[in-house]
């Protein structure tokens, strides 16, 4: 199960950061990601992470704005967001990928969190 928290309405420049508590699986043996998807645009993945060794990766459109990060004795993975842009506004999820790299997107999804970027 993965539960996604701390989304909501954010002005534009200001930060926010989700976390997405897993349970039923033990983080290190996983690739654990966050996704997005808005109206009319293509889902996007956001940022991996492998909870095997913490390899990240990150969209163009957000490195140097996103950090991805894992607490693996909460089995947590947080996404903290800063620098927000409407553009950023979208539904995240979390997911949770039976590889240890790349999140393919392909394994369990949470139910996803609203981030809203608007003055």
């Known amino acids: 199960q993965l539960v996604e928290s701390g989304g909501g309405l954010v002005q534009p420049g200001g930060s926010l950061r989700l976390s997405c508590e897993v349970s039923g699986f033990t983080l290190d043996h996983y690739a654990i990601g966050w996704f997005r998807e808005a109206p009319g645009k293509e889902r996007e993945r956001v940022s991996c992470?492998?909870?095997?060794?913490?390899?990240?990766t990150y969209a163009g459109s957000v490195k140097g704005r996103f950090t991805i990060s894992t607490d693996n004795a909460k089995n947590t993975v947080y996404l903290q967001m800063n620098s927000l842009e409407p553009e950023d506004t979208a539904v995240y999820y979390c997911?949770?990928?039976?590889?240890?790299?790349?999140?393919?997107?392909?394994?369990?999804w949470g139910q996803g969190t609203q981030v809203t970027v608007s003055s």
């Open positions: 997911v949770v990928d039976n590889v240890e790299y790349f999140c393919p997107g392909t394994g369990y």
């Open positions: 992470i492998s909870g095997a060794d913490g390899y990240t």
